[in-house]
């Protein structure tokens, strides 16, 4: 199907599906959303790493590229019951944070949304992802994700270890400027968004493979 075919879709149906999906059929539509969903699923029950009380994960990369792939909308709800049935599976221990799945899910939303973006150009597949990643990084990580955690920290009283940061680093007070210094740079949260953008990159030949295959991602 050509672009500009696509480009005949009323507005609501882009919100719902990407390019790639309008261009499939209602079978594939509904096969690649439950394949996406799955990998969600697994995504939060085997590629979570924790170390101590530092954690790596490949939840970006799944949910960035699942609503690459799938859309805005649809990405945001494969992503947002992935990470809810993940944490069914494997809680470690811990209570169900809704912030972790709203940030997760808006990893993909906003994936899908850029991803919307006209550039006819065989760059403009990196230039989205750049943008993706700079908008992902500022509304879910250092935003959604870490003002979730801030709270509740907050409400319910910060770790010494959080205490003795802001007292080493910034005089005593743990504002939420604080806090997400001490989950970024201390908990090594910005490392794990720079392995996760990274990988999204590398994964480009891929994912051009893909829209190559039906209406092109880029």
Request: proline share 2%; charged share 10%.
């Amino acid at each position: 199907m050509s672009s500009q075919s696509l480009a005949t879709y009323p507005a609501w149906k882009r919100v719902l599906f990407s390019d790639f999906m309008l261009s499939r059929g209602k079978a594939q539509r509904i096969a690649v959303v439950g394949v996406m969903a799955a990998l969600c699923i697994v995504s939060n029950m085997f590629l979570e790493i924790k170390f101590f009380d530092v954690q790596f994960s490949l939840t970006i990369f799944v949910s960035v590229l699942t609503g690459m792939l799938i859309g805005p909308l649809f990405g945001f709800f494969a992503v947002f019951l992935g990470d809810f049935l993940g944490y069914v599976y494997n809680s470690w221990g811990y209570i169900y944070m809704p912030w972790v799945g709203l940030s997760s899910a808006l990893f993909a939303l906003i994936a899908g949304l850029v991803m919307g973006i006209r550039i006819r150009k065989k760059w403009g597949i990196y230039c989205k992802l750049a943008l993706i990643c700079l908008i992902t990084f500022f509304v879910c990580t250092a935003g959604v994700n870490s003002a979730g955690f801030y709270f509740y920290n907050k409400y319910s009283g910060f770790s010494t270890a959080v205490i003795e940061y802001a007292e080493s680093h910034f005089g005593g007070t743990v504002s939420y400027f604080v806090y997400v210094c001490y989950r970024l740079i201390f908990k090594l949260q910005i490392l794990n968004s720079i392995v996760n953008y990274a990988l999204l990159f590398a994964a480009v030949p891929l994912i051009n493979l893909v829209g190559a295959k039906g209406a092109p991602l880029a």
